[in-house]
């Protein structure tokens, strides 16, 4: 089975400042993927990145980065330079090769961004 | 875009009520899910079809039933409503794949509350 742990519930953050949230996750697949996703105040959640288990590079786009090691099973997601929009949870998820297309998710991070 | 749509944002039914959750997707997905959320849970997967009029059971399937007559709409059923079904329901939808790298696209969702 699968897992995911986000173990951060709320983060706080004063406007500008970087925020890290963690994931670590459990498999026994070896190919699988691992998603953030974003869900505003409105509830829809919403993609924002997606990364293979054969591809480690770390990569930034715009002011998001993601840090992936599998030695550690580890998926961690930062936001630069964070804005007031940016307040909402933030979800992890894996899907693995042979798990018909289910996500399993983290339980989120609440992230508030204080102006 | 793709678009999910959830026919009621806000839903209040009693005890012993019969409620439909319906969810319509624009993007002729074979997947559909439907997920409940709740605070410090996460998000847990009740049921999804891979298919008309095919369905599996997901993590919390108990007290819930679900009918997809078109490909297009899946609707969750709860025969019998109860106050622990107080909760955000999800719909998302994707392409099926064998691998595990389509992103799930969500609809708004729906927040019930069972009095």
């Known amino acids: 089975a699968q897992k995911v742990t986000q173990a951060q519930t709320e983060i706080s953050v004063v406007e500008k400042e970087d925020v890290t949230l963690d994931c670590v996750y459990e498999?026994?697949?070896?190919?699988?993927?691992l998603f953030w996703y974003k869900q505003p105040p409105s509830g829809e959640l919403v993609f924002l990145i997606r990364r293979n288990s054969f591809d480690e590079q770390n990569e930034i786009s715009g002011r998001y980065s993601w840090n992936f090691q599998k030695s550690t099973s580890s998926f961690n997601f930062t936001i630069t330079a964070s804005q007031v929009v940016d307040s909402a949870v933030y979800f992890c998820a894996l899907s693995v090769l042979y798990g018909n297309n289910r996500l399993a998710f983290g339980k989120g991070n609440q992230v508030v961004v204080i102006p | 875009d793709v678009k999910v749509t959830q026919s009621s944002r806000y839903l209040v039914k009693r005890t012993g009520e019969k409620v439909f959750l319906e969810c319509v997707q624009d993007?002729?997905?074979?997947?559909m899910f439907w997920y409940r959320q709740d605070p410090g849970l996460g998000l847990r997967l009740i049921y999804f079809?891979?298919?008309?009029?095919?369905?599996e059971k997901g993590d919390i399937p108990e007290g819930y039933s679900v009918s997809r007559e078109k490909k297009e709409r899946f609707s969750l059923i709860l025969e019998s409503a109860s106050t622990n079904q107080t909760s955000m329901y999800l719909c998302a939808s994707n392409q099926r794949s064998y691998s595990a790298k389509n992103i799930q696209y969500f609809g708004a969702g729906t927040r019930l509350s069972v009095l």
């Open positions: 498999t026994r697949d070896t190919t699988y993927y």
């Open positions: 079809s891979y298919d008309v009029k095919m369905k």
């Open positions: 993007m002729d997905h074979e997947n």
